[in-house]
């Protein structure tokens, strides 16, 4: 009896292990947060074993589009910082389409509407403020007065995907557009380098306001930085941070199951603990950070931002002389 227990147990070890499912997540979050996304599911979902790459979101499109030419695509799940580059994904058939994805009360903003990728998070851009040296302005017009000339530092859409998004929505916004960029010109604000630099820069002094990220800022602020956040009465521009799943996939249900996942609400708890507000209504937002319902938000075409981008980064480089 011995023998065949031991035997029994040899069987289903190994009937667990063939069953285990193992699926390969491209993302650009922190390494921290990227791992807790993927334990946080596994707990969830034992069966599955997620298996993540971090890089910046323009260098996983490189190795995408690498691993295309091989005719290779290693990737079943990607989560990634904006909607532009899965735009291009999308326009290239390399995203597959969920029609029956779980978005009950989702604001459609915030995902694709052919569903071939979904937000998963809100991420505003805004002003940023130095409280010892600045007073706080009410938006973009109110920011641009002759009196801030020198004293506004932005980071720049050929670097940063935030920022990316950032300029496509404001060139999508009929009261905003180019002018905002001459105006930015005109006072003497030259974007470049990511959010990061441009929050230092402000945090430290260095000047009095910046175009960021709210939830840099309010990480920033309650680590005892001097700094605050304001949505524009204009409208704040967003990146979700989209899921996809790629359409060479053979492990289907299992990233169903992820996407699923990142947009209920355990998923959209977890992305409030990381600072981020949810897109899901039914889940608050961090402490210190508005509703999604409270904020003003200006709308951003993916499809058409893929069809202008080579033109939009040429005008924003002659403007600049980049």
């Known amino acids: 009896m011995r023998l065949t227990a031991t035997a029994l147990v040899l069987t289903l070890s190994a009937a667990a292990a063939s069953a285990q499912t193992t699926l390969t997540l491209y993302t650009s979050q922190s390494p921290e947060i990227a791992q807790q996304t993927a334990d946080a599911f596994m707990a969830k979902h034992p069966e599955i074993t997620v298996e993540w790459m971090r890089n910046g979101t323009s260098q996983l499109m490189n190795i995408l589009a690498a691993e295309q030419q091989a005719g290779d695509i ?13 735009g291009t994904l999308k326009q290239q058939g390399l995203l ?7 978005l009950d009360g989702i604001d459609p903003l915030t995902y694709d509407a052919d569903k071939t990728f979904f937000g998963t998070k809100i991420s505003s851009t805004g002003i940023v403020y130095n409280t010892t040296i600045a007073e706080p ?3 973009w017009a109110d920011l641009f007065s ?3 000339a020198g004293q506004i530092v932005a980071p720049s859409p050929l670097y940063s995907g935030a920022a990316l998004v950032h300029m496509h929505s404001l060139l999508q916004d009929p009261a905003q557009g180019w002018a905002y960029y001459e105006r930015l010109n005109e006072l003497g604000v030259v974007p470049e380098g990511g959010n990061g630099p441009v929050l230092k820069a402000v945090a430290g002094g260095q000047v009095k306001y910046g ?6 800022v309010l990480r920033a602020q309650k680590a005892g930085s001097p700094v605050e956040f304001i949505y524009p009465t204009e ?4 990146f979700t941070e989209p899921a996809a799943i790629l359409a060479n996939t053979d492990q289907v249900e299992a990233a169903r199951a992820f996407v699923a996942f990142v947009l209920s609400e355990d998923g959209q708890k977890l992305a409030a603990e990381q600072g981020y507000i949810p897109v899901n209504p039914k889940v608050a937002s961090p402490e210190g950070m508005p509703a999604l319902s409270e904020i003003k938000l200006l709308p ?21 002389g980049g």
């Open 235 to 238: 409208g704040a521009t967003f």
């Open 137 to 139: 302005v009410t938006g």
């Open 300 to 320: 951003l075409d993916a499809d058409r931002a893929v069809a202008e981008d080579g033109d939009a980064r040429a005008r924003f480089t002659e403007i600049f």
């Open 96 to 102: 597959m389409a969920w029609p029956d994805a779980p």
């Open 74 to 86: 290693k990737a079943d799940v990607l989560l990634v910082a904006d909607s532009i580059n899965l």
């Open 211 to 216: 175009v960021n990220i709210d939830a840099d």
């Open 146 to 148: 002759d009196a801030n």
